[in-house]
């Protein structure tokens, strides 16, 4: 019997989203958000987590840096119930990204520091523990 029913490997950050703002933003002023949101971003780790809500067992591969941001990112799969002990925490000036999210009635703006998300490599995958699974889902790699 496999390990896990799931295995997943790509992105792992965090999305801070800020909401009550102006819907014009004119440039050189500081805007004030009404009320933020920091949540686990990224569609592999939310696929991830949510699997594991639904009672999967699931497996998650990924690179993110030694940084506040990535340990936070990680904790938020540990409590999901995730597997997380193949994401590699790497040293160095790249960190981990994050998604900003400026959330308007209408429409959002999305801006993104691709940080570790950019650097995924075929090294960094541990094949043996992606096969261990029912079934293999690959994102943003």
């Given at each position: 019997m496999a390990r896990f029913d799931v295995?997943?490997?790509?992105?792992?950050n965090l999305d801070l989203i800020l909401y009550g703002l102006p819907e014009h933003l004119p440039p050189e002023r500081e805007l004030l958000a009404d009320r933020m949101m920091l949540t686990l971003g990224s569609s592999s780790a939310i696929v991830a987590h949510n699997l594991s809500a639904?009672?999967?067992?699931?497996?998650?591969?990924?690179?993110?840096?030694?940084?506040?941001?990535?340990?936070?990112?990680?904790?938020?799969?540990?409590?999901?119930?995730v597997d997380v002990e193949k994401v590699r925490v790497v040293p160095g000036a790249t960190t981990t990204g994050i998604t900003v999210i400026l959330h308007h009635q209408q429409w959002r703006n999305i801006l993104t520091y691709a940080g570790t998300i950019a650097e995924l490599r075929w090294e960094d995958l541990d094949l043996d523990y992606l096969a261990d699974s029912r079934h293999f889902h690959l994102s943003s790699y």
């Open positions: 295995t997943i490997a790509g992105e792992l639904l009672g999967s067992r699931v497996g998650f591969q990924s690179r993110i840096g030694d940084d506040p941001l990535g340990r936070i990112a990680l904790e938020r799969l540990r409590e999901g119930k």
